[in-house]
């Protein structure tokens, strides 16, 4: 027993020291896709159906992808093993990135009315743009914002600049203002739509565009008194009046 326990405990040694940087990859790689294939084999549930599932996993392989690829650049780099500050940093990012896999809620839309008050603005929009919202969130405070910091303070605090660095960061600052560009027309979007919907109660049309003013009934060529029953009372019924008497005087 003590002896398969010290030459396992020596292989894990020798695989450490011998292929460090492989071993690690290895490691997250294992990881991620053991993340990815678990939420899988998860049941569905009655929140999410087959159609977002696969969404979601989808958007998860791309996650996994630019998580590997920051792991890989960033510990990759000579002497920085060495300041351990820096690499406790690094990990404390990557795990705080691995947050987001766990929560289903970037592909589910929460239905809400349309009845909206000046006190309950904020709540409207998070309902009708709840999953936009929640991608653009998780892309500002979890995966894309973390690392663009970190990749900034190793380029201008420890003057660490190569290609890879340079061109994932600049990735990351392109998606950065991506996702505050979709949270600016969202938020222009949504207050067209409450100018569009209280013009649209002021004017008595109704709140989407597609959805008639009033009923209409069908026409009935065969009663005139039944045809102008539905299509409403003529302008001046008055005058009408006044005329069926002078046909009904003149005809008798």
Known sequence: MLSNFTSGLFLVNTLS???DPVWTLGLHQTFLLLLIIGRWLLPIG???TR???SQLLLMFVGTAADILEFTSETLEIENLRERHALVYAILAVWTWSMLQFPLDLAVQHVGCGLSVTTKRIFCLLLCRHSADLWNIGISLFIQDGPFLIVRLILMGHFKVINQMLVFFTAKN???VMLQLYR???LSLDFRASLRYQSNSRKGGVGCCPCEPNSISLPPNDGNPDEKERATGPPEDST????ERLRTKIFYS
């Open 17 to 19: 020291t011998v292929c």
């Open 46 to 48: 009655g929140e999410i």
């Open 51 to 53: 159609d977002q599932l």
């Open 173 to 175: 600052i392109l998606i």
């Open 183 to 185: 949270l600016v027309v």
């Open 239 to 242: 005058a009408v009046a006044v």
